[in-house]
């Protein structure tokens, strides 16, 4: 576990090249000390698998969508267990993910999902190159506005 969690913060930076990025968001680096980041580590029970990546996936878009302090929400799934799931979370610091948590849609998930999850682990993280995350940011934004 201690390898796969390593490799996850290592590779987040990398990981959100394919992010949903929340509209209006430039550079991150200005920020960056007040951001908090994060990874959800979950396993999902197998009979509930299709229901939560549902329900995962809704609660991710409407984040981005609805709230300005989410900046991304990007899950993962591994190839050889998919019932192990990886969300890399960024906010915009304590308050936004506070706000997040207190948001409708992320309580309905929270609500709805409890008995799908064999195990959740929270693992906060910070960013190991800076300029590197400028760069994704950059490009997700550029590939947006094509």
Request: aromatic share 6%; charged share 25%; proline share 6%.
């Amino acid at each position: 576990m201690k390898m796969v969690r390593g490799f996850m913060v290592a590779s987040a930076a990398a990981l959100l090249a394919g992010c949903k990025c929340a509209p209006g968001v430039r550079s991150p680096a200005a920020e960056q000390d007040g951001l908090l980041v994060r990874i959800a580590e979950i396993e999902v029970f197998p009979e509930w698998l299709d229901a939560y990546l549902a329900a995962a996936g809704t609660v991710g878009a409407e984040s981005v969508a609805k709230e300005p302090g989410v900046v991304c929400i990007f899950p993962v799934q591994k190839k050889e267990n998919p019932c192990s799931i990886r969300i890399v979370e960024i906010y915009r610091g304590e308050e936004a993910y506070r706000a997040h948590l207190a948001s409708s849609h992320f309580r309905a998930y929270k609500e709805g999902t409890p008995h799908m999850i064999k195990s959740l682990d929270l693992v906060p993280v910070r960013p190991l190159d800076a300029d590197g995350m400028k760069r994704i940011f950059k490009k997700c934004n550029q590939s947006k506005e094509k």
